[in-house]
DNA sequence: GTCTATAGAACGATAGAC
DNA sequence: GTCTATCGTTCTATAGAC
């Protein structure tokens, strides 16, 4: 047993079974192990899930931090935009736990995509903001995160199809579209 | 015992005890009745919640009815922004049990938010549209309801605090802002 | 209609052999 | 490390008395 396997079995178990219906036999019987060997890795269900998040969060991450260091920040946000849908689409049990795990008991105390959001409010803002800013900046992440989650959802989850790349640069400009024109630390 | 006290109450619990830890149980021992009983009035758990989803939608349709018949629809889709996002801050059960219940399996033929965008689209296009548009339309509806419910869960759920009247402002123009400057059928 | 009592299954988790 | 066996609990749902 190696604990990535568990993670990735998880995965797919919850996006097969639906939360409510993946409990630790159905976890096992995917991977063809023994309770007893899975609880010798793992403490309980719970911190299972949380590394479940950790690493989902992370993949996340790493496939971002490839167009992290564009110069033009404008292309750098559509870039960030395409990047983050494209791999939502390939990573559909990423993108159904994310959006099945909000407000559920499991994770509590990471409080879901609060970290998903402060990954990227470092990439995307300069150090030196006032709050102000800020402030609409976390604003306008939220918009931008919800309307990623609602729209994947309806259309690879349930219509299982890809976004167009026009649908993709509707969503860009919607929410960054008028951010590039003033520089203003976006 | 009545099907309405049930559904309210039903919607208490699984705000209070996230969706896994909402049991026949919780919900009678929250309602102070028997097992029996709620089992006389509903067939089975799936049919309450199912209940309680039509429920939630139908309260949200008769609330945003109100501005229906606006004439100006520029104003039209403001006031609808507005009042959306305040009714869900005063009915958060509805708002938790909205977010919560997507991708679960209890509802599955319902397809959840599906109802709730045809309400919307009913109420925001013309009869007479080509095929194009309403597709964006419809992506326009899925970004904003995302949004609406992502911003709210961080700020109402998490943060127990309301928005301001600029944020919903900046939520308005997002999506329908540029709508209204050219009268292209929203 | 509403109750009590409980059937029957599934759950998370552990003990102990190997 | 991995297994089998099972504990103790909780769950949905039902039977049967009132």
Redesign the pocket.
Known sequence: ??REDAIKMTLEVIKEKKLE????????KKM??????????F??????YREVLEYSINEIADSLDKVKLDINKKNNLFQLTEKLIRFLEKREDILFFLITMKGSSYLEKKSNSRDLLLNFKNMLVNQDLNTEHEKRIALKLNMFLGSVYEVLYENKLLKKRNLTSAEINEIYLSFWGNEGKEDNGI
């Open positions: 047993m190696n219906n993946s409990s630790i036999g159905e976890i096992v063809d192990i023994s309770p007893g060997n899975l609880y010798y890795h403490k309980s269900k719970n911190e299972l």
